[in-house]
């Protein structure tokens, strides 16, 4: 992918992409790539902030119902207003961050020793039974399936924050 955008104080700027077959191919990846560094300048650059919801934030960042009176008069903004943002931006950019890592790699431990064993014969009637896992003496891997799920889970809500407050990435 070749992106080159003219001067950004322009009104009526000049683009120019180029998006080849190999950057469609992982879209997520190179989308990962672009979205990780706009977020975090963002962040850094920000002069202002979209309302967040109180159901998207951890309970100490909420909002009291007389906070949310208060923003909604518009002289002003509660203390946490700016937190709530950062804390979405913040799950956003990990959320994409994940999608360059191999973050799967730390819920494993261990050394695997395992082959599977194939019955040709079974193979040809019943493909599901036709293999089973035989462990050597040298297996010792293990899976953190909880701690994955939990990783996994709040790489999904960023990208539902993502999606959710997409109309408040400006600056």
């Avoid at 977020?39 to 309970?59: C, Y």
């Avoid at 909002?63 to 946490?80: P, R, S």
């Avoid at 040709?120 to 293990?142: C, I």
Wanted: proline share 3%; glycine share 6%; hydrophobic share 35%.
């Amino acid at each position: 992918m070749y992106v080159k955008l003219g001067n950004p104080s322009r009104k009526n700027k000049a683009e120019t992409i180029v998006i080849h077959d190999y950057d469609t191919w992982n879209m997520d990846a190179t989308l990962a790539h672009i979205v990780v560094p706009m977020l975090k300048q963002l962040k850094e650059a920000k002069h202002g902030a979209p309302w967040v919801d109180n159901e998207d934030v951890p309970v100490e960042l909420r909002a009291t119902k007389e906070e949310v009176e208060f923003n909604n008069t518009g002289e002003g903004e509660d203390e946490h207003f700016f937190d709530r943002w950062d804390y979405v931006m913040d799950e956003m950019t990990f959320a994409f961050q994940s999608k360059l890592e191999d973050w799967e790699e730390q819920f494993y431990s261990g050394k695997s020793d395992c082959w599977l064993e194939w019955d040709d014969k079974l193979k040809q009637k019943d493909r599901e039974n036709a293999y089973s896992m035989e462990y050597g003496p040298n297996h010792t891997l293990e899976l953190d399936t909880e701690g994955m799920k939990v990783y996994q889970d709040r790489i999904n809500n960023g990208f539902l924050l993502f999606g959710k407050y997409y109309g408040g990435l400006w600056d």
